[in-house]
T-cell receptor
Framework: NAGVTQTPKFQVLKTGQSMTLQCAQD?????MSWYRQDPGMGLRLIHY???????DQGEVPNGYNVSRSTTEDFPLRLLSAAPSQTSVYFC????????????FGAGTRLSVL | RKEVEQDPGPFNVPEGATVAFNCTYS??????FFWYRQDCRKEPKLLMS???SGNEDGRFTAQLNRASQYISLLIRDSKLSDSATYLC?????????????FGRGTSLIVHP
């Protein structure tokens, strides 16, 4: 049972480039979410989804897009990368739409130069 | 003011010590509460849920005080392996969804 899988683990981008961070879970969880973690800031919610076809914004959505075409996958798109998006990104999933216990992927470390 | 606040520490304690962390939250309508543990450069993992009546899991005890809007985590007989950052999480209803809000974490260092 793989749980929550994030790819890539590391990425370096130049300002203005776009890319997609992948997230997949094999637990048939309804709830999926993306966070960013910056030093001294804790985890901040970017976007979340309570099921296929349903997404909503979290605390810091600007500069990011998401879609949820299947239960398993929840990709995060950076449209035009900026240095302020340098961070560690975590994807998480939960069996409950109430976002109770969350299971996290191993994270993607992104640097934008 | 952040919705969920924790003392960042670090709390530096010897093995065998008892240590307690508090976490305050501002939304009185918050519904569910959790403690997560995060090791350096790793993902957060659930340590325990926090129930209204308080709950215990081995050396760990969690308490919820709704009147004063805080949750606590008590670790007894600290082990070197307890060294980590402890994150409190508060779930609040927003529209039809529940939004988890993480505290910034409390760092614990257990030394020999």
């Amino acid at each position: 049972n793989a749980g929550v899988t994030q790819t890539p683990k590391f990425q370096v981008l130049k300002t203005g480039q776009s890319m997609t961070l992948q997230c997949a879970q094999d637990m048939n969880h309804e709830y999926m979410s993306w966070y960013r973690q910056d030093p001294g800031m804790g985890l901040r919610l970017i976007h979340y989804s309570v099921g296929a076809g349903i997404t909503d914004q979290g605390e810091v959505p600007n500069g990011y897009n998401v879609s949820r075409s299947t239960t398993e996958d929840f990709p995060l798109r950076l449209l035009s990368a900026a240095p302020s998006q340098t961070s560690v990104y975590f994807c998480a999933s939960s069996y409950s739409k109430l976002a109770l216990i969350q299971y996290f992927g191993a994270g993607t470390r992104l640097s934008v130069l | 003011r952040k919705e969920v606040e924790q003392d960042p520490g670090p709390f530096n304690v010897p093995e065998g010590a008892t240590v307690a962390f508090n976490c305050t939250y501002s939304n009185s309508a918050s519904q569910s509460f959790f403690w997560y543990r995060q090791d350096c450069r790793k993902e957060p993992k659930l340590l325990m849920s926090v129930y209204s009546s308080g709950n215990e899991d081995g050396r760990f005890t969690a308490q919820l005080n709704r009147a004063s809007q805080y949750i606590s985590l008590l670790i007894r007989d600290s082990k070197l392996s307890d060294s980590a950052t402890y994150l409190c999480v508060v779930n609040s209803a927003t529209g039809g969804s529940y939004i988890p809000t993480f505290g910034r974490g409390t760092s614990l260092i257990v030394h020999p």
